[in-house]
């Protein structure tokens, strides 16, 4: 059995059906993905550089990232232990930004489309 013949069997909500392309073109759901791409392509365009940053430096600057810091600690394990504290702060971020811009809206929607039974 496909998704479409288990949609088409009333799964939704009091046997409604509804036109996904007119839910796609509704201004809330524009608003919506509106907000999420305005966050999302930026921060991955951010951390892709930093990534590629990383990386170049590593093959091409040898003796920049072997510089010591302290002890056997040295510019690039710090630059790649920040690799992973980047993308907890991405994270948090994203979080962040979803529960106040995203879920509310995407919430809004839902409740819409059902008729108001949530």
């Known amino acids: 059995m496909s998704t479409t013949d288990n949609a088409s069997e009333g799964s939704s909500p009091a046997g409604a059906t509804h036109d996904w392309v007119e839910v796609q073109a509704a201004p809330d759901f524009v608003e919506l993905r ?9 921060m991955a365009g951010l951390f892709l550089a930093w990534y590629l940053l990383y990386v170049l430096l590593a093959d091409y600057a040898h003796g920049f990232m072997s510089t010591k810091v302290i002890g056997n600690i040295n510019i690039g394990l710090i630059l790649g232990l920040l690799q992973f504290v980047s993308t907890f702060v991405i994270t948090t971020l994203y979080v962040r ?7 509310p809206r995407a919430e809004a929607i839902r409740e819409k489309l059902e008729g108001g039974k949530a």
């Open 97 to 103: 930004h979803a529960n106040k811009h995203l879920d």
């Open 34 to 42: 509106r907000r999420l791409r305005t966050f999302v392509f930026p």
